[in-house]
């Protein structure tokens, strides 16, 4: 490969790991502390948090507006709205673009309290979501959830339908504990604890700052999609008196107070979306069949889509045969009725049948995050038995910032001392391998943001260990070309032949290394697994800086500022 195709190649993976690189930088560099506080919130929390927001920075605007004075600086995105507005109603624009100026162009103040709220919204969400592509801080650096799991036993005795023994037991919380290592790591959270707490108790331990409601989705979906047919004229009916007995229809628990106002094998279920912020929202109820026309154990796999027509997500999940068999006859008998999608015992959805289906089924009317929280509870197993919280809580980092500060010094430290080494021994070639280093940390830092690794402090032992492998390889390469020197070889041939006989001493003990590393990371879990992928991350980054890197600077040194000689030791000649 020539050197401009080389240059090349390493400018665009310099290129391409900055963007990797710039969330976790921007997150944890030029965020202010209290903008990551709010952002890690919960959505009940950051509704809050934008919606007092939005009501101070109104209060602010009407406060300018009666005084006559210009529109505040935070508030500066109002005018570009205000513009479209009058623009859409081709009404005369303002000479002057002040408070009073970007308050007449709305319709009413809940207009302008709804732009406001949106902005500040989106603000939120949006270093949120630049959270969840940064580099992740383990439990052992920054804290993260601590839940406890009970296992509902007399629910577990219901279904089973006689009492639960020990054995029963035994089998039900193993099988919980594999369905929540399945969901959890399908999910992209990593290295979490999750262990057996006594008889019939979990012990689960998310690590990063992770949405306790999302985490909720996962751990306690229990999977339990159903279709119902819908009884439209108990619906209506039933709505008619909730209309007219808002506080008398229901009693604390939920349960109807006057059961008689449904007919016989009918029930009430609420029904569910999404409002802005991703919270379920109740829009009614509906009327049910109790019968389950079909439940969510017959399907084979679940998948995330988008709509053709208008890009919305949708969970599209396929059935068994036997589940084929039974959608299609419920579907067929009852064409032109509305039937709801029943997850976890709220309606998430109706829609009228239109034909009879067999084996592929498509539902809608959920968010991105949602849809993928679905899919992934329905493709892995339900749990065997429920699971109530009954503790869960925010812990605190182990050593946290000093911690993280002590790593940093190490890590300065250790390249501090082998930069002065590799000056001090090899010459001018130790600049080469300095370069080379700092390009090697750079990648690595780069592929971990890139797939969200979490660095716990195992980790970071892992990053300080590529160090030392990484200079190792330019050290092979630096001997080989001492040899060649010693020849009275010239500094092109040195270079070449150095690099080769060099490479496969360099691939042998990085490729025995990445074995090893594999080895740990798949039979080890947790720490272990932390410090064997950061491990493997360095072995891929080290080889290509010592091999590709380095020679290209040597190379250029050659070609383009036409040294003759070469700068690799004290004791032997140029």
Not at 92 to 101: E, M, N, R, S, T
């Amino acid at each position: 490969m020539s050197k401009r195709y080389r240059l090349i190649i390493i400018l665009a993976v310099i290129g391409i790991c900055f963007v990797f690189l710039y969330p976790t930088i921007r997150w944890y560099f030029m965020v202010p502390k209290e903008s990551q506080a709010i952002a890690l919130g919960s959505r009940e929390q950051i509704k809050e948090v934008a919606s007092m927001n939005a009501q101070l920075s109104l209060d602010a605007l009407l406060s300018a507006a009666r005084s006559g004075g210009g529109l505040p600086e935070n508030l500066s995105f109002l005018e570009s709205q205000a513009k479209k507005i009058l623009k859409d109603a081709k009404g005369p624009l303002p000479a002057k673009w002040d408070a009073a100026a970007v308050l007449s162009a709305f319709t009413s103040r809940n207009e302008v309290l709804d732009a406001i709220e949106t902005k500040y919204r989106n603000d939120i969400f949006r270093l949120k979501n630049l959270q969840k592509s940064a580099v992740q801080l383990g439990l052992d650096l920054s804290g993260g959830l601590s839940i406890i799991l009970q296992a509902d036993m007399d629910a577990y005795a219901e279904k089973l339908g006689r009492a639960v023994a020990d054995v029963d037991r035994e089998t039900a919380v193993n099988q919980a504990l594999e369905v929540l290592n399945s969901r959890i790591d399908r999910f992209g959270l990593t290295e979490p604890v999750i262990r057996r707490q006594g008889p019939d108790q979990i012990y689960v331990e998310i690590p990063g700052t992770a949405d306790p409601e999302r985490i909720n989705d996962i751990i306690m979906g229990a999977g339990s999609l159903a279709f119902h047919m819908v009884d439209t004229e108990a619906t209506a009916a039933f709505n008619a008196y909730y209309a007219q007995n808002p506080a008398g229809t229901f009693d604390s628990g939920g349960n109807l107070l006057d059961p008689s106002i449904v007919p016989d094998g009918v029930v009430i279920r609420a029904v569910y979306t999404k409002d802005r912020y991703g919270l379920d929202e109740r829009t009614g109820y509906a009327a049910i069949r109790r019968e389950v026309g079909l439940d969510g154990n017959y399907i084979r796999e679940a998948v995330v889509e988008r709509n053709s027509l208008d890009g919305q997500p949708e969970v599209t999940f396929r059935l068994d045969s036997e589940g084929g068999e039974i959608f299609y006859q419920l579907t067929s008998a009852n064409v032109g009725k509305p039937m709801a999608i029943v997850l976890d015992d709220r309606v998430r959805s109706q829609a009228t049948i239109q034909t009879a289906i067999r084996d592929s089924v498509r539902i809608t009317g959920f968010g991105q995050e949602e849809a993928d929280n679905i899919a992934l509870v329905l493709r892995t197993a339900a749990l065997p038995v429920e699971l109530r919280v009954i503790n869960q809580q925010s812990i605190g980092a182990s050593m946290g910032e000093d911690t993280i500060r002590q790593g940093l010094f190490a890590l300065m430290g250790g390249l501090a001392l082998v930069f002065v080494f590799m000056l001090v021994y090899y010459k001018g070639a130790g600049i080469n391998a300095i370069v080379a280093q700092i390009l090697n940390i750079y990648f690595m830092g780069s592929i971990l943001s890139a797939f969200n690794f979490t660095l716990t402090l195992p980790s970071i032992a892992g990053f300080i260990l590529t160090i030392g492998m990484a200079v190792d390889a330019n050290v092979i390469v630096f001997e080989r070309m001492k040899e060649e020197l010693r020849l009275g070889k010239g500094r092109k041939v040195t270079v070449d032949l150095g690099f080769d006989k060099a490479f496969w001493a360099i691939m042998d003990s990085n490729i025995t290394t990445f074995i090893a590393a594999l080895f740990l990371s798949q039979l080890g879990s947790g720490p272990i697994q932390g410090f064997a992928v950061t491990l493997a991350i360095g072995v891929f980054s080290s080889v290509f800086t010592a091999l590709f890197v380095s020679r290209l600077i040597f190379d250029f040194g050659t070609d383009v500022m036409h040294s003759k000689g070469i700068s690799v030791s004290w004791r032997v000649a140029k």
